[in-house]
């Protein structure tokens, strides 16, 4: 029983429209799918259905986050499980790009979490876009900022330590790198399950908020793609909120924006891989913890630890 | 009387609408201005009316590539000096995009030259592409490869030293390099009146088969923008005839590919500015040559020094 | 019972100078201990002691490749296993830089492999290079290409089918892409036990000639380190092979150098990571191989599938 | 009579051995000559014998910038117009690396500047630098962050539109864009004589406290060059004071450090260059002028238009 990686995330957007049109034009994904209410949405080389939702709502929120698990019985013994710890579990019958889906919120604060196994592989049915090469699900049209997969998520939360615990203990995600500040307070935690340096973040919510989404984040090819993006953004009218700047902690150079319903949204590029099967987490203290948000030296926003989309109340499904 | 820098080209094309998407969707330049035969283009940040005419014909060929004057008497004054050197000049008036225009053929090799003064600025008409930025003729929207400006032409000629003595003596262009091979046999020569590496190159063809157009060229800002160029040209089909690599001439980063109409495109990123106001041809000998060609060391397709397109006989003004 | 990740390489060198002198001046790697026959390296990110050693040999070679395994009791276990299939091990006492270890032939092939667990972790000693950053073992210097991390190995062997079919079966190393020609001949295929695309790769030697090292490949942030690398290595005289050019595959977008020892040297960036726990190996064909050995159309050089380094056959240990 | 191009900058330095150190290991500038109290720097490509002096002195400050005329002629009679226009003029014989010079400030705010015809080629005497390569004054060895070029320098000012009409009339550089406030009040104005977007800007003192330098600058061949050198200088322990950004007024991606005797360094990449003979100075007023500024968005530091170096008083030589 185990995760085998993060999958895919739906957000509430008040401003459907609006959001289309940023992460269509400007970010590049494309559409698999769409209703009156609901786009189901990917990168050009993600090989799934969807790995974006954007629903329609009257408020902007995530709905959920989404992981694969590692084989098919996997479900039921995460659903056991999960009662066993007192987590309250439902059950959704196959839903558009998956099967049979368990949700439930993460006890100690509550991100909304998804867990599937069943995934309907993405077919390219427009000619335009169709490629010959078996490696693109689709042709790189280089179209927007074009990044190549949808790659974490990331959550403001009060309490990052017990969270941490939790997604470690109950789901066996690794836990990879920390921001400790004034007497061992937990500041941020980065996680995943995968080789990647984080599939999911915490960090402390400056204002002892509850539970926000902080952002999504999307991948790209290289550093220069990311700045050829924020000039995109900037002459397209977007809020760029902080970057290019490079998170000491991964390595990763980040740009960080504001979609229309009011989402964070992040692509990124570079960083580390993490291989040892006993790694450790590494820890940034008060002193280099500054230089892991980032390592060049731009300030960090005053939004950045106290801004997130709330995480939506009742379920729309 | 003095040349400014080099200003457009007009490329006869077999297959308009081939061409068209090529050069639109592909490549990323935007239409200012066409009609059913003539398709009037410019990269984002290209400051004129146009820097590529693409001309419905019969054969494709090379039209004519044309030089702005640096102010506004030497039109008459290049006139005069081209008929006192027994050169046949033709007076053009108006054209779409600029005034009045001198065009004539370089004596050694047949180039189809013109030559100009007043120059129509682009006004973006498109609401959608209108930029905020005073910088920017129009929004950088990063549609194909999308790069920042026309920046030079290349002929393939049968008497390399004797055409390059002739811009650089009768029209004031700067030799900046060239690759000598046995008994000094001249290979290539490239010239500039700005301070680029060249805005005209000229190549010995390895047939002796009278002149041709070698190729048109963008820059780009980032040899990482010519990779990624390199997979969306792959991606839609075109044939990559040679790059991503780097000419030690120039340092020049260079990717060439045919368009639908037979036209060799090159997009190109890098390279030298020259300033000295005594710059001495730089020599490339037989022994360094082959760097100066490729430094990285892939070899030189076969078509590079054989195929051009070329010079249109009648004129269809 | 199972592999974690490739660790390391050990080639046999008959130019040590040279082949030290290649590896930290023009590919940027660090020394962390030597001897006058052995030389310990590895890329300024690498956690462990070393990813690469050279050893002085009368001629090069690949000694073995090694493998980290997931957890303490799999080194027995995998003994055991291995001798239930016929295989002769090996185990030696605690290495440099590592633990007792496990060294076998595989028995289709005879790739000389070893697996370890325990593992010394890098510890910067030179004051010069000491970095204040959690995330880097040592300073980032910039030295060199400067990889980020050993990545990969491939080797040239008879019979790619039956060495991939044991590496999956005996080893459980995921089978991600390969390449079919005529009669469903299997050309190469690419596996890997991580998220990367491969860890290891086999490919048809053309001449059928026995197993060779192919290539060892070290990691790059970004395509323009990439350019960058193959400017330095081409002003430095080392013959570049291969590239810039992007494998259709994996996306990796890579250049080949040889070595003064001879060895062949891989610098790659870019590409997929693959994360379905269902997994099944993408299969290009006789029409679409071609792209995915060289997605932008260079062709391959000759030497390509027709030279590698011999594998080893006396012990130095 | 003409300037041809900025040619190179003396910075007086309090701290020569950090400052060498600096522009040596960090900045991958190369010495040619020094002497106990000078260093003679410059960049792989410069052609000439330095673009960079750094002078030991008990106080940092700008020496001199200085400029090469366009024909040997140009010197007498820049003395002679000069003088007629009240200017002091000082003759300097022969100087290291150059022939005699014309030494003045300018009237305005008393930038302190230099002519020069005379100039003595780089030549490379270092067996380990020499390179093959007749466009490369010595290998690119990519130690450091490696810029291509000496590119720019750039002066705080009490009366920016003073300033700017007398180098555009005295000198002739053609001026490019600036910056208007409130009342059109000049903030900044950027200008050049070559094709490039400024080889001098001038930016208005905060503080209004009188001239000095904001910055000597060098050119990367690509952003993520840029970015390398960031992480490169963070790794190094210097502070980075603003970047990476990009200036929407010439498209440059820029990243400002402070070197350790206090000066303000810029290595940027990309941007325009701008042809037009009859080109019209670009107006960023009030609302777009910040986005001329930085165009993704990241703020201003509070020392970037309040903190520079002064002009050294008394004269060294």
Known sequence: MAIAHLGHAELRVNNLEGSRRFFTESIGLFVTEETDDRIYLRAWQDWDHHTLVLTRAPGSGVDHVAWRVASPGDLEEYARDLKALGVEVEWLEGSVGHGDSLRFRS????????????????????????????????????????????????????????????????????????????????????????????????????????????????????????????????????????????????????????????????????????????????????????LGMELWGSGMPETYLAYGTPVAEAALV
């Open 107 to 290: 006890p100690a604060s509550g991100i909304p979490l998804e867990l599937y196994w069943e995934v309907e592989p993405y077919s390219c049915a427009d000619p335009e876009l169709v490629s010959q090469l078996p490696s693109h699900p689709q042709r790189f049209t280089g179209a927007g900022i074009a990044p190549r997969r949808f790659d974490h998520v990331n959550f403001l939360v009060d309490d990052v330590r017990a969270e941490q615990e939790w997604f470690s203990d109950a789901l066996g995600i690794r836990h990879n790198y920390y921001v400790a500040g004034e007497d061992d307070l937990r500041l941020g935690s980065w996680l995943a399950k995968t080789n990647v340096s984080h599939e999911i973040a915490l960090m402390r919510h400056r204002n002892q908020d509850g539970t926000h989404l902080h952002h999504v984040a999307f991948f790209l090819d290289s550093p220069d793609q990311l700045m050829r993006g924020a000039t995109l953004l900037a002459d397209a009218g977007y809020t760029i909120e902080w970057g290019p700047g490079q998170h000491g902690t991964s390595g990763a150079i980040f740009l960080y924006a504001f979609e229309p319903s009011g989402h964070r949204v992040e692509v990124w590029s570079g960083g580390m891989l993490l291989f040892a099967p006993d790694w450790q987490a590494v820890r940034w203290d008060r002193e280099t913890g500054p």
